[in-house]
């Protein structure tokens, strides 16, 4: 999952999360039982493609680091937006563990990916002022 | 909260006068009041108490539970959360119970377990020494508080020494009146504790919640008042259960009285006062046998004495009479009246023969004989009327001294009176007097005394009769009145009883009415107490249940008596009512922890820490970052102890960069536990920092602004630590401590003069100081944190770091 040039993508953060609220309101045929950790996949990365295009404007340099750095960094770029950074850490913390297949840790539930999608829906209309606009 | 200042005396008082409550009523709730005042007064926590004085500084086990040599977790006393991890089985709980057990002298994870559980105790491999302590900073106590709990080998786990050191004298914790506020504000919870608090009998949450809310003496009041009304209910009842027995016993007596009393009370309506008369009646009403025997009783005879003077009297007036038989009284009164006659005649006639018989003349000589035999034959006449007039007098008298015949003589009564033999020794007796009165002075002679003597004789036959009769009537009246007397002494007691019962049935209808107003206000004013913890409880459990589907509405306290409970308005799925069944063990628990934050953090609480043992075991991810910002919030103003057996809860510390001290305890084999620093905030800024530093694909000035940002925050963060820990174990008030750490936070210059120096006065010493603790790098690690934010140094990050760790480990020495 490293982060890559977003303008190479042709997806959005927005599209991301719409295929995941699709997930979570309604079955979708071929993903199966493995649905939860898909939707955590599809949030987590438009979790990493929102702070990706966030960087683009601020500091081009910062998306190549790891989460860690940019979530350490985030809070000095967004003192105009404090609410940003519990957003992204929060989403964070839980995107982190569900999106990959440990051999004892469950899926997680409905609940629990209603509340990431919201904190990165929320995230990226904080952020969404400082991307770059694709002509 | 107006109504929270007000103490419950004076709201009941105020709301006695409001409600208009009837004076008989009013005056009973005020004596319930005053019954339980000087109990309630412990209950009443006062505000003048003051929040959370009373901080953890270290827990030492020896030989105890899990732990064998002497271990020690050391906290920061002061408001902050310390998350102590260790895997299941590494003494970290050893290390919980033990706090539990040194301040309360009991330990609720063992409380309901059986003799096999409270045997494993002590330490498998090192039972002896076994000793646990706590020391604690407190408000006003320059130096530590020491609580320590010891036993001898051998001895059970009840039977610990006790002592507490505080400023370096021996107290009791008896002294120390934390007994109390232990009980009601609880700052211990265990895992096992978690699913209780919810779970558990109703009854034991709500009389927590009651206490906590110092409503004691409502609860204290109502017990008054119902005790009186179950007395009063059953003085009122005590008439009606012993009637049947009084009945039976009216049924099985012959007396007439026994049937009007049976007639007084044997209706729905008691006619007590009849009943009274009854058992004080000598006799039955129309028991015309008891008048009898009563007139019977009432016959009087004169004396024997009395009689025999009135014989004599008779007798010697007879002999007077008989004395004078020659004179008769009329022939002397007529021939003196003659002579009279003629002795006046003679006065006009004198010297004139007589005109009765011519004879003889009636001259002076004559006359002067005449008025002589004149006075002669008057005093004769005079003396034959006395004599016959006392004769009369004594017939009169001796007629008169006994009185007729009895009626009741004639009458019959009953078997075991027979008044034959007196009536007719009266009739003889009468018959004697008349027999003796009725003979005309004798013309002759002298009364018979024979006649004398027989009447003497009748007199004391008839004396003899009638006294015999008498006391037989006497003893059949006594005989009478045994039998009635104890049923009598029965319904005077009863009808007092039943007096007593009319009284306490108005009571208990009284009390009743009492009752029903004290719960109703009692409803009232706890649920207006329980406002503020309910609406903590709400917000703990709405940052908690993390999109669970469980909605928690207000928190109520139910019922009375057995049926009195916590009420939790739990929505499920927006459906109301919904039971607590359907909630999981995790979001069970969580409720558990939303119930108990609130208590444990009262404003009212002396202590300012809270140790919770495993709250994350049974919970699922999400809630355990819900759960992390519950606790680091609490943490804010209280010092919290967490004890976790897994890494979730560090590392949703960690993710969500909430401050937290974590300790891991590790226990290797024969119980040797070790307590080492896992992270603290200051090194987490500085891990931080260095993660930062790395980082070359940024440009340097930015990672020269982050690391300054994060060293500037593990500085403050090593400051916070040292204040806290230097001013707390001063018994500087924690309020004071807190006031003067939020005024030196806006300035790095200020904190570390409060940390190094005591006082943000002497800021301007700091530069010179630093130096003098650790040369140049403390100082520049200093400068570069305080100004680096505005002004990058473009220097080497990774060396400002480390000086800054320098920097921060001499602060804290």
């Known amino acids: 999952m490293s982060p890559s040039d977003p303008s190479a993508r042709s997806v959005t953060p927005e599209e991301l999360l719409a295929a995941a609220d699709q997930l979570l309101t309604s079955p979708v045929s071929g993903v199966g039982a493995q649905w939860p950790r898909a939707c955590a996949l599809l949030i987590r990365l438009a979790l990493e493609m929102t702070l990706d295009r966030f960087w683009v404007g601020v500091l081009p340099s910062a998306a190549k680091c790891g989460m860690r750095q940019q979530l350490l960094l985030l809070p000095l770029y967004t003192t105009d937006r404090p609410a940003a950074v519990g957003l992204a850490r929060e989403a964070w913390l839980g995107l982190a563990g569900a999106a990959h297949h440990h051999a004892y840790e469950l899926a997680p539930t409905a609940t629990e990916l209603r509340t990431w999608h919201r904190e990165v829906t929320k995230l990226v209309s904080l952020l969404a002022a400082d991307w770059p606009r694709r002509s | ?813």
Not at chain 2, 372 to 401: C, F, H, K, P, Y
Not at chain 2, 618 to 640: C, F, I, N, W
Not at chain 2, 646 to 661: E, F, I, K, M, V
Request: proline residues 5%.
């Open chain 2, 1 to 813: 909260m107006a109504e929270h200042e007000r103490s419950v005396a004076e709201i009941v008082t105020g709301k006695l006068s409001d409600d208009k409550v009837p004076e008989q009523v009013a005056s009973l709730v005020l004596d319930a009041m005053r019954a339980s005042a000087p109990e309630a007064g412990a209950g009443e926590g006062g505000p003048s108490r003051g929040p959370g004085r009373v901080y953890l500084k270290s827990v030492s086990v020896e030989g105890f539970r899990g732990i064998g040599p002497k271990a020690t977790l050391y906290l920061t006393p002061g408001p902050g959360l310390t998350v102590v991890t260790g895997r299941n089985g590494s003494g970290k709980s050893s290390f919980a119970e033990a706090a539990e057990l040194a301040l309360t002298g009991q330990n609720k994870r063992w409380e309901d377990k059986t003799a096999v559980w409270k045997e494993g105790w002590r330490n498998l491999h090192e039972p002896d020494p076994t000793a646990i302590a706590v020391q604690l900073t407190e408000d006003g106590e320059a130096g530590p508080t020491t609580v320590t709990r010891d036993w001898t080998a051998g001895a059970v786990l009840e039977s610990a020494n006790d002592s507490v050191w505080a400023g370096g004298t021996e107290r009791s914790l008896a002294d120390k009146g934390w007994a109390r506020p232990l009980e009601l504000y609880r700052p211990f919870l265990s895992y096992a504790e978690l699913g209780a608090l919810v779970s558990g009998r109703p009854s034991n949450m709500h009389d927590a919640m009651q206490a906590i809310l110092g409503l004691d003496l409502l609860t204290d009041m109502e017990k008054s008042l119902t005790d009186e009304r179950k007395s009063a209910e059953a003085e009122a009842k005590a008439p009606k259960n012993e009637l049947p027995m009084l009945l039976a016993k009216l049924a099985a007596h012959p007396d007439e009285r026994a049937r009007a009393a049976e007639k007084a009370i044997g209706g729905r309506i008691w006619d007590l006062a009849a009943l009274d008369a009854l058992a004080l009646a000598e006799d039955a009403a129309g028991d015309g046998q008891a008048g009898l025997l009563r007139q019977v009783t009432a016959i009087t005879l004169p004396s024997a004495e009395s009689v025999s003077a009135a014989l004599e009297r008779l007798e010697a007036a007879r002999a007077a009479v008989a004395a004078l038989a020659g004179t008769k009284a009329a022939d002397a009164r007529r021939l003196a009246g003659l002579l009279t006659a003629a002795a006046e005649h003679q006065r006009s006639h004198a010297g004139e023969l007589c005109p009765v018989c011519g004879g003889r003349v009636l001259d002076e000589a004559w006359a002067v004989a005449a008025k002589d035999s004149i006075a002669d034959l008057t005093a004769q006449a005079a003396e034959a009327d006395a004599a016959s007039a006392e004769e009369m007098a004594a017939v009169r008298t001796l007629g008169q001294l006994v009185p007729a015949k009895p009626a009741v003589l004639h009458a019959d009564l009953g078997p075991s009176l027979n008044p034959v033999v007196a009536s007719a020794a009266w009739d003889l007796w009468a018959s004697a007097v008349a027999a003796m009165t009725s003979v005309a002075a004798p013309s002759a002679g002298t009364v018979p005394s024979s006649q004398a003597s027989e009447v003497m004789a009748a007199f004391e036959s008839l004396s003899e009769a009638v006294t015999a009769l008498r006391s037989s009537a006497e003893r059949e009246l006594l005989d009478r009145a045994a039998a009635w007397q104890p049923l009598g002494r029965d319904l005077a007691a009863w009808s007092e009883l039943a007096g007593k019962g009319d009284a306490a049935s108005v009571l208990a209808n009284d009390l009743k009415k009492a009752i029903d107003w004290l719960r109703a206000t009692s409803r009232e004013v706890r649920n207006a107490r329980l406002a503020p913890f309910a609406r903590t409880s709400a917000e703990v459990w709405e940052t908690l249940r993390q999109e669970s589907n469980v909605e928690l509405g207000p928190i109520t306290l139910a019922g009375a008596g057995p049926q009195r409970k916590v009420t939790l308005d739990v929505t499920v799925d927006g459906v109301p009512g919904a039971a607590l069944s359907v909630m999981s063990q995790g979001e069970l628990h969580a409720l558990g922890l939303a119930l108990f934050l609130p208590r444990a953090t009262a404003a009212d609480s002396p202590f300012g820490f809270v140790v919770i043992d495993d709250p994350v075991q049974a919970m699922d991810p999400a809630k355990v970052d819900g759960l992390a910002r519950v606790l680091s919030s609490v943490a804010e103003t209280r010092q919290v102890v967490v004890f976790t057996h897994d890494d979730r809860l560090p590392a949703a510390l960690r993710q969500l960069q909430l401050p937290a001290t974590v300790l891991a305890v590790t226990r290797h084999e024969r119980s040797v536990v070790t307590v080492r620093p896992m992270s603290d905030p200051v090194k987490r800024y500085l891990d931080d920092a260095r993660a930062m530093a790395r980082t070359e694909s940024l440009p340097e000035g930015v990672r020269a602004v982050a690391v300054a940002g994060l060293c500037r925050g593990a500085i403050e963060a090593a400051c916070v630590d040292v204040v806290r820990s230097r001013d707390l174990g001063r018994g500087v008030a924690h309020a004071v401590v807190e006031q003067s750490l939020e005024r030196a936070s806006h300035s790095l210059q200020d904190m570390v003069a409060l940390a190094l120096l005591g006082a943000t006065s002497r800021a301007g010493d700091v530069p010179a100081e630093l130096r003098s603790l650790g040369g140049s790098a403390c100082a520049n690690a200093f400068w570069d944190a305080k100004t680096g934010v505005h002004d990058p140094r473009h220097g080497d990050l990774k060396r400002f770091i480390e000086d800054t760790e320098q920097l921060t480990k001499a602060l804290r020495k």
